[in-house]
């Protein structure tokens, strides 16, 4: 089941290519003054929308990890099935 996507409102890109996050998705969220944010877009059709996102990198490394421990597990379980 799809989640509905959160809306905290709008954002003005200034002069310099900087937004403010709302006040409210940094509290939700969890995002303090200092963290680092990764940045990706995707592009829906040739003249659609753009989705953009943004991951805190020890959110997304932990997902890695997670995802890590579960491909040692699938190739453990690979190798004993080939034996």
Do not use: C
């Not at 709008?10 to 937004?19: D, I, K």
């Not at 996102?53 to 421990?69: E, Q, T, W």
């Amino acid at each position: 089941m799809m989640r509905k996507p959160e809306f905290y409102g709008t954002v003005t890109v200034g002069e310099r290519g900087q937004v403010v996050l709302p006040a409210q998705m940094r509290r939700e969220l969890g995002i303090e003054p200092g963290n680092r944010l990764l940045v990706m877009a995707d592009r829906h059709g040739e003249k659609g929308f753009w989705k953009v996102f943004m991951v805190k990198g020890d959110v997304l490394k932990a997902m890695f990890a997670d995802m890590s421990v579960e491909l040692d597990h699938m190739l453990v379980d690979e190798e004993e099935a080939d034996e």
